[in-house]
């Protein structure tokens, strides 16, 4: 991959697009139900600005309230499996507007927070109850309801600041087969952020340089981190990998999701996710080192790519200054 694959390569990732994921350890493929586990959820509006709610039929939290949400199924999409949950939880057929934010307990608990909107059916009556759930009602927000949990307050609000304002491209899952739970992080480092500074603002991307043959040319790529303990946190071993001398005076900042890549169709071989995201380097206070140029690497295996296509450049800058991408959460 030289200099324009590389660019090709950030234009789609900029534009919510996917790559396919290559060079990966099939061996550590997950399974649905079994290694990994996908929750979905929606937040439905109406015309009021009241929320769409469900009554709970599970023992566990019988009668109790909650938005339409459940687990993944086998050979489902994620678009397919909410879309799913709503019509047997709630009554109705929706419309998928954006994701609004992405939940993680490590690779193997991910929950996807929709935004949706009705598009036909009816609301499930008490008449219609059945084991996923009692009925269905609008919730004003401010009567009071039993809630099966308050971690809906959250999802809630995101649902409500996007309505307000888009302030994120809307984001919905790219159709793309992978076999792990992953990230790609486009690890960007600047030169801004310095007082009486005057110089452009450059900006320089971490690039995977291996290459499976030994004797090929090796061609650089954005790199792909399998997720082990946390998700969010894959990007940070990367560069702790990177830069050991220097990692303990870096922070590593995960702006957000670019896009979000599945497939889901053959399971137990493309039940993995990839996510697309934007990540930045920030210097710790006590540390004046690598004011203009990026952090030495201390392994050959990457290196560090300067981005000099201006539109590029201007794009992921503004991404960063605006932090206008979809939130990924860490419950640990």
Known sequence: MGSKDVDEALEKILNGQGLEVKDVDTEKAVVLRKTVCYIVSAVIFNEKGEVLMVQEAKRDCYGSWYLPAGRMEKGESIQEAVQREVKEEAGVDCELVTLLLVQ??????????????????????????DSESLQAQWWDRVSPLQLRSLDISIVIDAGLKFRQKQWFPACLPVDLPCAVVCQRPLLAFTNSGNPGDTEEERLWLLLDNCTADRDAERRPCLPVVVATHSVTWAAQRLVKKCMASSYHSLNVNICGILSVQHNGRIHGQTDGICFNTLATFERSEESPAYRHDPPPLETESYIWHEVTNQSLRTNILQKIKQSSLLPMHSLY
């Open 104 to 129: 993680e307990q490590g690779p193997r608990w991910i929950r996807f927070n929709f935004l949706a909107r009705v598009t036909g059916g009816t609301l499930k009556t008490t008449s219609e109850a």
